[in-house]
């Protein structure tokens, strides 16, 4: 007994060591810092609510604006190569939607096309796959940016451009089948005993709401065929921004539990995807929170195919909510039938060929990333095809 004594002598030392060390400099929280840290994320939440409503006002006058001068722009447009065939507006579609960086304009811009007749149905549904396009090129400049800002190591950089090259090549993957399904889909007729409308009630509230400020800009735009779509196509673009600043960080939102179990299942994946794309109604957004979640290891790059499938999807929302407020049926049968045909191809992908689609897609990614020129000619080719479109006859 008497030789244990040293060790717990000795050991004690240690331990009061080891306690002033960990506990000391952090010390007791400061009560009275809680109310105002409180205070400040009460205060956080309610601008992110007000600036969230100022845009969706926004919105709503971007897409009436849009509207009211899509007719003349339909003279303008009618017989360019811009609009002369299906192609060509899915390029139009396609390279828009990477020079104004979103997808979410451009694709309300097709159905406001479509109800001033500069465009047919059919070339709606490909001016809106175009942007879908367009939209998932923004998550691969994003992918770039953060891997050179974040300062990373070489693996933490060549996952956050993995994660734009994945976004990219899962949506050409879905969309591009989903439209060879549309046309004969939407040519068929299938949707046409859809007549579907907002509810007068709506109707006459955001009428109310919006019309001083859209018979205003009417007013003092210059008569001048599609100067007043593109006002309103401006507009729209700062709305979704103000959407932007209304959402947290992507870095906050990195910040998930860690728990892997849920993040290897499949259609749990696929829900969160699904329902964030839906809330920010912006599939930019939802897929570029997952640029720093993956960088940082909250995510294995396998693990997000499902989400970013998920995203593609819900994505469409506001595109749908657009095609009511249009007031056109024949907007609201290019969202339905987009909308079934890449949900139908979605699900047949994640049901009988995931595990195959997680190898291929990865394997295709890590041979573009193995080499510059590679990429070089990845990028390149973004820009090019959607040039070629617009250029086919």
């Not at 065939?85 to 406001?112: K, Q």
């Not at 090259?165 to 046309?183: E, F, K, Q, S």
């Not at 700062?238 to 299942?265: F, I, M, N, Q, Y």
């Not at 640029?291 to 595109?319: C, E, H, W």
């Amino acid at each position: 007994m008497a030789t244990d004594h040293p060790h717990r002598a000795a050991a004690l030392p240690h331990a009061e060591r080891i306690s002033l060390r960990v506990y000391t400099p952090s010390g007791p929280p400061d009560v009275e810092d809680q109310p105002t840290a409180e205070r400040h994320v009460r205060s956080g939440r309610w601008r992110r609510i007000f600036v969230g409503l100022f845009a969706l006002w926004m919105f709503l006058c971007a897409i009436a604006i849009m509207k009211e001068g899509a007719a003349p722009l339909g003279d303008l447009l009618r017989g360019s190569i811009l609009t002369d065939s299906v192609l060509s507006t899915m390029g139009f579609g396609w390279l828009s939607a990477m020079l104004v960086m979103s997808g979410s304009p451009i694709a309300v811009a097709s159905l406001t096309m479509l109800g001033g007749g500069a465009i047919s149905p059919i070339q709606s549904l490909s001016m809106l796959t175009g942007s879908r396009l367009g939209a998932a090129f923004v998550v691969l400049v994003v992918s770039f940016l953060y891997a050179t800002r974040s300062g990373a190591e070489r693996e933490q950089r060549r996952a956050s451009v993995s994660i734009g090259i994945y976004c990219l090549l899962l949506t050409a993957i879905v969309y591009v089948p989903a439209l060879a399904m549309g046309v004969p889909l939407l040519r068929s007729g299938a949707f046409d005993g859809i007549n579907g409308r907002a509810p007068g009630v709506l109707l006459d509230f955001v009428d109310l709401v919006i019309s001083p400020v859209v018979d205003l800009v009417v007013r003092i735009v210059p008569d001048t065929p599609g100067l007043l779509f593109l006002a309103g196509l401006v507009l729209l673009l700062l709305s979704v921004r103000l959407v932007d600043l209304a959402l947290p960080d992507a870095d906050d939102a990195a910040h998930l539990e860690d728990h892997t179990d849920w993040r290897s299942r499949k259609w749990r994946m696929f829900a969160v995807g699904s329902l964030v794309a839906l809330v920010t109604m912006s599939v930019s957004v939802a897929l570029t929170v997952l640029v720093p979640a993956v960088s940082k290891g909250y995510f294995r790059r396998r693990q997000v195919m499902p989400y970013i499938m998920g995203a593609n999807i819900t994505t469409l929302g506001d595109t749908l909510l657009t095609a009511f407020l249009v007031e056109n049926p024949a907007a609201i049968h290019v969202v339905l039938a987009e909308l079934v045909t890449i949900t139908a191809v979605t699900l047949v992908l994640l049901t009988f060929f995931y595990p195959r689609l997680q190898v291929q897609v990865t394997r295709i990614t890590d041979w573009i990333l193995d080499e510059r020129r590679r990429l070089v000619g990845f990028v390149a080719f973004l820009f090019i095809t959607p040039i070629v479109l617009v250029l086919l006859p």
